[in-house]
């Protein structure tokens, strides 16, 4: 297909970049991690959307080259950080199975000269759906390392209960299909406070996605929800368009 075509020259082009979304401590308002998030400038179509080129760059395999040079491109970019502030970077299950994954994080903290407890890998369910005793062990060596394992887009997909049990997440992000109706659906407000209940018995912090509103800010607080990310706190951006030393509060 061309457009496989075109994705694998993108690569070799460096058409990828990386864009950045901050995360807020709920508490204080203050950014205490941000969010890499992946996009092809397409030399004709402008600025493609990851849901447009991940899965097809994890069918024809790229997502490995991609998954690397993400990996890598992210660290290099937070390393000059203040040092509270950790980068959270997106896992396709693609990078479970390919046998060095490990190897990869651990050169991309070892170029960078990042803090591992500063790195914190997003997965989703996909991941876990592998139930396999090796992507269990690739999670493990990772912790290992002392990143930070993450539960991306929580309450989507199987949501299987028993993945919270399968191994220990540092964090839990709640999808933002939750958050925007929480203000006007009764049933969203009780799923996300079940949420943040079920993580704080866990031991585990949470981030709310997709957040737009004061309204939701006052219902995630009252919920016990940690952090939170979206465009009020503000949008996915270049990162010299960060500005991380002060509250993004009201
Ligand atoms: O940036 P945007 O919100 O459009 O991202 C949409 C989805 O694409 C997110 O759910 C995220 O999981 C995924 N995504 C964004 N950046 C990356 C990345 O660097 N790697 C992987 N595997 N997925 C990404
Ligand atoms: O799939 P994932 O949960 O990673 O979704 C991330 C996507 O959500 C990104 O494409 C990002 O641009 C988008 N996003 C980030 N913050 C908000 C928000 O406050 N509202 C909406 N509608 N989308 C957001
Ligand atoms: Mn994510
Ligand atoms: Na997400």
């Not at 990851?50 to 994890?58: G, L, N, T």
């Not at 395999?61 to 991609?66: E, K, M, T």
Request: some cysteine.
């Amino acid at each position: 297909r061309e457009f496989e075509f075109q994705l694998r020259e993108a690569m070799v082009r460096q058409e990828f970049e990386l864009h950045f979304q901050p995360i807020v401590e709920l508490a204080t308002f203050r950014p205490c991690a941000v969010e890499a998030l992946v996009r092809w400038r397409h030399p004709e179509r402008g600025l493609v959307p990851p849901d447009k080129f991940i899965p097809v760059a994890e069918e024809i395999g790229l997502i490995i080259p991609l998954g690397e040079w993400i990996l890598d491109a992210a660290c290099r970019v937070a390393a000059a950080w203040p040092s509270h502030i950790r980068l959270a970077v997106n896992l396709s299950a693609v990078q479970f199975r390919s046998g060095n994954l490990v190897e990869v994080v651990r050169g991309a903290i070892a170029a960078s000269g990042l803090t591992p407890n500063r790195l914190e890998l997003e997965i989703t369910e996909s991941v876990l759906l592998q139930k396999d005793q090796g992507t269990l062990a690739v999670l493990h060596e990772l912790a290992a390392l002392g990143v930070h394992i993450v539960l991306d887009d929580f309450g989507t997909g199987y949501s299987s209960l028993s993945y919270l049990q399968l191994f220990p997440f540092s964090k839990i992000k709640i999808d933002r299909s939750f958050v925007s109706e929480l203000s006007s659906r009764s049933d969203c407000a009780a799923i996300v406070c079940t949420v943040m209940n079920l993580a704080k018995a866990l031991d585990m912090t949470t981030t709310a996605e997709g957040v737009e509103t004061w309204d939701q800010v006052a219902l995630l607080r009252a919920a016990g929800c940690s952090e939170a990310q979206g465009w009020l706190f503000g949008r996915p951006g270049f990162a010299s368009a960060l500005s991380l030393d002060r509250a993004l509060g009201p």
